[in-house]
């Protein structure tokens, strides 16, 4: 059964430090991976997908993640956070060859100060 | 373009009792996805319908069920509500193209049973 592994549950930063959030998935199949954002008071939202291609996918408001598949993780980076990016992160993974449904990992709270 | 909508917002229910959830599909999608989000967790998937047909399921009971409509709008149905079944219940929708598609979450209903 594939599973996904967040291994920071809160994440505290100052503004201008850089973030990386882990991820690790367990399946021995290709797959799709996920991250995705809940800011306060709002749905999910996309960041970034990675289905094929270059292993290192660019999202939304600067984040990207790279995918290494020798090592069964996809981690989030950021070079420079700002307050808005508090938020909670989820990475997911579904696989390539089955239906859609997404697994989730547990989140990660990730708290900027300015 | 709409997003995906979910009525009510917020619900209180008694152990035992039946409960109705309700979600919109984005406009041009005909792929709904429900997920259980509780509390501290990564949202849990429940089940996902296409073209009004039951297309997957999670490790769910059968008191979970659920309809699609021709509009591609749907319900979640929980029978026999347990105390563990609070929690924020998630619609998502997508497009048919496979598993790389985006999933695209509403709000929530978040469900509290006493």
């Known amino acids: 059964a594939q599973s996904v592994s967040q291994h920071n549950h809160h994440v505290i930063l100052s503004e201008a430090a850089s973030l990386e959030l882990g991820c690790n998935y367990s399946y021995g199949g290709t797959v799709n991976l996920f991250w995705y954002v809940q800011y306060p008071g709002q749905h999910l939202q996309l960041l970034l997908k990675?289905?094929?291609?270059?292993?290192l996918v660019k999202g939304i408001k600067g984040f990207e993640a790279e995918f290494i598949k020798s090592k069964f993780s996809f981690n989030l980076r950021k070079p420079s956070v700002q307050w808005s990016d508090t938020a909670e992160y989820f990475c997911?993974?579904?696989?390539?060859?089955?239906?859609?449904?997404?697994?989730f990992g547990k989140g990660t709270t990730l708290s900027v100060s300015s | 373009e709409t997003g995906v909508t979910q009525s009510p917002t917020h619900l209180i229910k008694t152990r035992g009792q039946q409960v109705t959830l309700r979600c919109s599909s984005q406009?041009?999608?005909?792929?709904v996805s429900w997920y259980q989000q509780a509390l501290g967790q990564g949202p849990q998937f429940i089940f996902q319908?296409?073209?009004?047909?039951?297309?997957g399921r999670g490790n769910f009971p059968p008191r979970f069920s659920g309809l699609q409509f021709p509009n591609y709008s749907s319900e979640l149905n929980v029978n026999a509500l347990e105390l563990d079944d609070s929690a924020l219940y998630l619609c998502a929708s997508s497009s048919a193209g496979g598993p790389g598609e985006t999933q695209y979450f509403g709000p929530g209903t978040r469900l509290l049973v006493l």
């Open positions: 319908y296409y073209r009004e047909e039951e297309n």
């Open positions: 997911a993974v579904n696989a390539a060859d089955g239906g859609t449904a997404l697994i």
């Open positions: 406009s041009g999608h005909n792929t």
């Open positions: 990675y289905f094929s291609g270059d292993p």
